[in-house]
């Protein structure tokens, strides 16, 4: 089963605008971390954001956490045709001790030159 | 390169055949990952070890699949009498144990004919 619930499912931009990505899980969580991933090949790790974080960022990336709400943001500014992927988010439950990384089902996103 | 290597990239095979598949995790990683991930959705989780330790295995799983880390360094997935359903990439992913970020290997793509 998977977690978290990416927002919307693709998204189709111009190279230079921002592109947000939405994430919905269900149970309590330790952090979140949002992976990219281009066709075929396997993820890449973005960033992580913990529990008792609201926003963070790196780069051309921001990343927001509302715990109460359950939900996560992924904001690329400025995007390039390069950032044309698919954007995962993965979280980790703090609950049971277990120490897998359930994915959602993620945003394709096509920027466009 | 992220460092976790998979072998082979691609597996074709028949129906009822036996398939194994090689992750080797980057070196000083204690924990490996293994998930199948099927066209347009995310990596969903089959299982993990810490060092030679198998810690948790998906209850999705059946026991046509197996899993080994024998010296704690490259791990095996077998699946045995695959059928057509068993078709997917299979993702390996390694990490250190203070960092919670995954490396993922490219996958193996397998397909069931």
């Known amino acids: 089963s998977q977690q978290g619930e990416e927002d919307p499912q693709a998204l189709s931009i111009q190279e230079g605008e921002n592109a947000t990505m939405n994430c919905s899980y269900k149970?309590?969580?330790?952090?979140l971390q949002w992976y990219r991933q281009n066709s075929g090949r396997g993820l890449v790790h973005l960033i992580l954001i913990r529990s008792n974080e609201r926003e963070k960022h790196s780069g051309r990336l921001r990343v927001t956490l509302d715990t109460s709400k359950k939900s996560s943001s992924l904001l690329i500014t400025a995007s390039r045709a390069a950032d044309t992927a698919s954007y995962f988010c993965?979280?980790?439950?703090?609950?049971?001790?277990?120490?897998?990384?359930?994915f959602g089902k993620g945003t394709k996103l096509t920027v466009n030159p | 390169d992220t460092g976790v290597s998979q072998d082979p990239r691609h597996k074709i095979t028949k129906r009822g055949q036996n398939v194994t598949f090689r992750c080797d995790p980057i070196s000083e990683h204690n924990r490996l990952y293994w998930y199948r991930q099927t066209l347009g959705q995310g990596p969903e989780f089959l299982t993990y070890f810490q060092n030679e330790a198998q810690l948790e295995k998906s209850r999705l799983l059946s026991d046509r699949f197996s899993a080994e880390r024998p010296k704690g360094s490259f791990s095996t997935l077998e699946i045995q009498r695959t059928e057509q359903g068993d078709s997917a990439m299979y993702l390996c992913?390694?990490?250190?144990?203070?960092?919670?970020?995954?490396?993922f290997g490219s996958g193996t793509q397998l397909s069931v004919l």
């Open positions: 992913a390694s990490r250190e144990g203070a960092i919670e970020k995954l490396f």
């Open positions: 993965a979280t980790t439950s703090s609950q049971g001790g277990s120490e897998k990384l359930v």
């Open positions: 149970t309590s969580i330790n952090n």
